[in-house]
């Protein structure tokens, strides 16, 4: 089981930036992921890193503008949020997947942090 909490989210204005970090406890050697939810449409795929932190993949709707990385000393995933637009409004959740890899399912889930990107 793995336990995660996000932070780092908060109010900025467009073309602005915005780090999320998501700490995680338990057993953390998983592929990590970050998702999203605007409100009035379902929860989509943003980016994910693999356990060694060696591959990453991104929608491309945040691709040359989002990057994911890992650190596993402190046990946390980052997410580096540049060129930020409105429509990148939203819930940004943190998951684990269920291996090393992103080609599994998914297990755990933060509990989510808002970024409202104002124009």
């Known amino acids: 089981q793995v336990q995660l909490v996000e932070s780092g989210g908060g109010l900025v204005q467009v073309g602005g930036s915005l780090r999320l970090s998501c700490a995680a406890s338990?057993?953390?050697?998983?592929?990590m992921g970050w998702f999203r939810q605007a409100p009035g449409k379902e929860r989509e795929f943003v980016a994910a890193i693999n356990w060694s932190g060696g591959s990453t993949k991104f929608a491309d709707s945040v691709k040359g503008r989002f990057t994911i990385s890992r650190d596993n000393a402190k046990n946390t995933v980052y997410l580096q949020m540049n060129s930020l637009k409105p429509e990148d409004t939203a819930v940004y959740y943190c998951a684990s997947y269920t291996s090393t890899s992103w080609f599994t399912s998914l297990g755990s889930w933060g509990q989510g942090t808002q970024v409202t990107v104002s124009s």
């Open positions: 338990g057993r953390t050697n998983y592929a």
